[in-house]
Each structure stands twice: as structure tokens, then as C-alpha cells.
């Protein structure tokens, strides 16, 4: 065992040996020493070696406040301007776009979709450069980025400058939801994660609020008070420079790690690495190890990660861009869609607090998400069975469906939560995000310009693909608990021996025993 030499005996129970005996042996739940290597830890590794850290309940509540209120507004800003800039395309859509780019038949679905194919391109080469740069500073060039980026919307004059600003501005935000799961993951407990996530998360539906508001009020004005621009030009301009104005700010603010944290001081960064500890996966690692990406390609929760990933973001691409034409075929004005796309902003923030909130209570976040995935169905089958003239509850369908994210968010979490090992974690997130890609691609494809106004067929697609997403969470949840009993039987085992300090040796999930994935 290259580096380690001092061993301690893990504890056992009388449950442990139980679980030994009645639990299923699992193909890679082996420990694997060969690759717990003192010579290569994690960044935290010296950090904590070299300092005791004594935390008190009351010391670690003080901390965690502290780093909730300077890290959690930066990341919740920032990830809601993510939503709002993929969306101000729907609001252009009624706002006059189709018809001064001259946008006929699919034009607008593939102005939609090309967006993913530049995310796609890019997320793979993005996430080996927030494990290999420091995090917030990789982070903070793409926000700024993506804002200029999203500001020559304005200038575009045809179908081919639309593709060709969509494609870099896919490509900029591809860092944005692994980045962000990465911070989740430096600086919080694991019980403390899903309700992180749905917090930064909500801001999407924060996003929609104000998105639809600030575009209301633009297009209202410039209708009594015309200026030298078009209002959806004008709208992509006023989101673009606050993007970047924010990730400026960004920039100057967030810390890469606890290790350069300018809000803590020295004691407090060794207290900070040390509450989180009982994570089993440290706070990063720079280097690139072949052995965790072939784990990420080979383990089946990985995969069931990527096709949920796939399945459910098919409904997401198809309605983040035609939201505001699917509410205006419930019989409202374009003027009126804007405004009512808010609420649906306001439920997707209650179900993700909620859903975040009780799934780290009961310990039980798979689940919770699953819950928002079947109102979602019960959303759709009220906009596909209602009678064309029931306005109000096909738009309360709609209302319903903004829950389907918190089974996304749920495992987005969990590749924080469940996935050890920087390279294996950079690598999973990857592949869930290309699979986002994959989906949000197709959605758009599936509003037919021949369906419309009512895209039925369209509706009739997302209510199956909700359907298989929920089955694939079921699934999820029962893998995570055989494994955790799988684990617990080898921790039982006489001959089985704990390495000091392998929390901060960069070992994945499969090769920690001590590691338990939560649900």
C-alpha cells in the first residue's frame, strides 16, 4: 500500500454482522488499497494534517451560517440568470423574433436545440477544466462570457446568427450546473446537500418570475413609448450585461476552496475541511486518474443517472422554449403569456424547497423527487383531457408540470452526494449533463410547427417521458440501499481494517467502504 502505513482496526456491531448475513454481495464493493495513496490526496489532505480542529454544535452552526450567507446568494443569483438567459428566447418568441429573422417551419426549433449542441460539445473539455483550474475563477470567466455572449442576440439579423450566438452561449453555460454541484459538494455535509441544491436551484423558478415580468414591462413600454430597437433586442440586452456585470462579481467574491476562502480566517478553513470530513471525498483533486473514469463508465447508478438525465430533459427542452406559445394556446393573448408564465416560476421554487427540505429531514431525497414527477403527470393529463375551452385549468396543468424538476435537481445533488473521487465525480456530471444535452435537443423537436397552436403530440411525448422517469427513480432508490448493505456486510467482516485518514485520499465510492450513499 504505497504511502499509508498506519491502519485502525473499524468498529463493529451487532447490526453490521447482521447485515453480513442477510445482506446481497455486490460485484465492486471490494476495498481497493492500491489506490489509496497518501502521495497523491486530496487538496484538504495537508490542510488538516497540519491543524487539529475541535468543532462544538455551536462553533459548527456559526460556521455553516457564515458560509451560507456568502456563498449560497452568489450561487442562486447566478444559477437562476443561467435559466433566465436559455429562456429569453420564449419570450422573444411572442415578442416579435420569428418574424424579423424571418423564422419559418422548424427555423425556431433548431435555434432552440443549438443551444444544447454548443453545451454538448463543450461539457466533457468544461468539466476536466473545473477539476484542473480553481473552481471559481474557470466559473466566473464563463458567467462573464456567457452574458456578452447572450447580448449579440441583439444583433442578429438572420436564422444563421441566431445558430451561431445559440451555439457559443450553450458552450459558456455547459460549466454552470457541474461547477455549482462541485462548490455543493467542497463546502457542505451531505445531510446539508439536497436542500443546497434546491435552494440554488429554486432560482430558476425565481427566474421565471422576473423574467416574465421584466419582459412583460418591456414589451408593454416599448409599445407606448417606441424606441430605436426592437423590445426582444432589448430584452436580450438588459439580461446579458446584468449576467456579466454578476460574474464580475463572482469573480471578486467566491473563494475556489476553503483553502483561499478571504471570509474565514486560518482556524475557521481548517474547521470548514473539517465538518465536512465525514463526506469521504475532500474537497478536490487536480489530477486526472484513468482508473475512477473507467469506474464512472462501468457503474450501473452512473448510468441510471445518464438515461434520467436523457428522458427527462426531452419535456424540459420542449417547453423551457415554448412556454409561452403553449400558454397562449390555452386561449390567452401574447401580452398575457408573459405575466402567467410567473406563477409557474413560483411553484417549481415551493416544490424544490419543499422537496429539498423533507428529503434531507427524512433522509429520503430520491423519493421526494419521484413525488414532484407524478404531480407533473397529473399536470399533463389535465392539459391533454380538459376541453379546449377550459383556459384556467389547462393553464393549472401547466402549474403542475413546474414540478417535474425536483427529480432532476434530486440527482443532481446526488452526484455531489453519492459520487467519491474528483476525477469520477467530474466525469459523472459530465455524462448526466451530455445526456441533458441529448434530451434538451430533442425536446424542441417534438413541438411540431404542424401541431400547432396545440401541440398535442408534443404534450402526449412529455407525459410518457415523466412516466419513465419516475420508474428510473424507483430503481435508483432500491441500487442505493443494496449497496449500503453490501457496504455494511464488508465493514462487518473481521478481517476488514480502515485506512487513517482516507476521507482525504481521493477514493471513490465503490472503493471506500466506509463511504454510504445516501437516498
Known amino acids: 500500500m504505497s504511502g499509508v502505513e498506519h491502519l485502525s482496526a473499524a468498529p463493529s456491531s451487532a447490526n453490521e454482522k447482521k447485515a ?41 452552526k456559526r ?12 450561487l442562486c443569483i447566478v444559477y437562476g440568470l443561467n435559466y433566465l438567459d436559455k429562456t429569453t428566447l420564449s419570450y422573444a418568441s411572442v415578442m416579435g423574433i420569428k418574424t424579423d429573422l424571418h423564422l419559418v417551419g422548424q427555423d425556431y426549433s433548431w435555434i432552440a436545440s443549438v443551444f444544447y449542441f454548443g453545451y454538448l460539445f463543450w461539457e ?3 468539466n476536466r477544466l473545473l477539476q484542473r483550474l480553481p473552481l471559481a475563477k474557470y466559473s466566473a470567466f464563463n458567467v462573464i ?25 450553450g458552450a459558456f453555460e455547459a460549466a454552470v450546473s457541474p461547477g455549482f454541484a462541485l462548490f455543493t459538494s467542497q463546502w457542505y455535509t451531505k445531510q446539508e446537500q439536497g436542500t443546497r441544491v434546491g435552494w440554488w436551484f429554486s432560482f430558476n423558478g425565481w427566474a421565471q418570475i422576473v423574467g416574465g415580468c421584466v419582459a412583460y414591462g418591456i414589451a408593454v413600454g416599448t409599445q407606448s413609448h417606441p424606441i430605436l430597437i426592437k423590445s426582444w433586442q432589448l430584452v436580450f440586452l438588459v439580461t446579458g450585461f446584468f449576467t456579466a456585470i454578476m460574474g464580475f462579481l463572482f469573480l471578486y467574491l467566491m473563494p475556489d476552496s476553503q483553502l483561499n476562502a478571504r471570509f474565514l ?34 457503474d450501473p447508478m452512473i448510468w441510471a ?32 403569456s408573459l405575466l402567467l408564465g410567473a406563477p409557474g416560476g413560483a411553484i417549481q421554487i415551493i416544490t424544490l424547497l419543499v422537496a429539498g427540505h423533507f428529503g434531507d429531514r427524512f433522509k429520503n431525497r430520491i423519493l421526494f423527487g419521484a413525488a414532484g414527477v407524478l404531480l407533473a403527470v397529473v399536470g399533463l393529463f389535465l392539459i391533454l383531457l380538459l376541453p379546449l375551452s377550459n383556459s384556467g385549468g389547462r393553464l393549472a396543468g401547466y402549474y403542475l408540470y413546474q414540478s417535474s424538476s425536483t427529480g432532476f435537481v434530486a440527482l443532481l445533488g446526488l452526484i455531489s452526494t453519492n459520487v467519491a473521487g474528483w476525477t469520477k465525480k467530474t466525469t459523472a456530471a459530465a455524462m448526466y449533463l451530455i445526456a441533458y444535452c441529448v434530451g434538451n435537443i430533442i425536446g424542441p423537436q417534438v413541438f411540431q410547427a404542424t401541431d400547432a397552436p396545440q401541440y398535442r403530440n408534443a404534450n402526449i411525448t412529455i407525459l410518457v417521458c415523466l412516466c419513465v ?37 481521493d477514493l471513490t465510492d465503490r472503493e471506500n467502504p466506509e463511504f454510504i450513499y445516501s437516498l
Not at 460556521?63 to 452568489?74: A, C, S
Not at 486560518?266 to 475532500?282: D, F, H, K, P, Y
Open 20 to 60: 453480513a448475513d442477510d445482506s446481497p454481495k455486490c460485484a465492486d464493493t471490494s476495498f481497493s488499497p492500491k489506490h489509496a495513496d497518501n502521495s497523491d490526496p486530496d487538496e484538504a489532505f495537508n490542510l488538516v494534517a497540519g491543524e487539529a480542529a475541535v468543532l462544538t454544535p455551536e462553533d459548527e
Open 63 to 74: 460556521l455553516l451560517r457564515k458560509i451560507d450567507r456568502n456563498m449560497m446568494p452568489l
Open 124 to 126: 466533457w473539455p468544461t
Open 145 to 169: 462570457m456567457w452574458g456578452l455572449t447572450l447580448c449579440c442576440m441583439a444583433a442578429v439579423k438572420n436564422f444563421g446568427g441566431a445558430i451561431a450566438v445559440r451555439f457559443f452561449l
Open 265 to 298: 480566517t486560518q482556524q475557521e478553513r481548517v474547521m470548514a475541511v473539517e465538518r465536512i470530513r465525514i463526506n469521504q471525498q475532500g474537497v478536490g483533486n487536480k489530477h486526472f486518474k484513468w482508473h475512477q473514469c473507467r469506474e464512472a463508465l462501468t
Open 305 to 336: 443517472f445518464v438515461l434520467y438525465s436523457a428522458i427527462s430533459s426531452i419535456p424540459n427542452g420542449g417547453v423551457s422554449n415554448f412556454f409561452s406559445q403553449l400558454i397562449v394556446s390555452f386561449g390567452f393573448s401574447e401580452s398575457e
Open 469 to 505: 422517469a419516475f420508474a428510473i427513480l424507483i430503481f435508483i432508490n432500491v441500487w442505493c440501499r443494496r449497496q449500503n448493505e453490501a457496504k455494511a456486510a464488508i465493514r462487518a467482516s473481521p478481517s476488514y481494517a480502515k485506512v487513517d485518514g482516507q476521507e482525504f485520499l
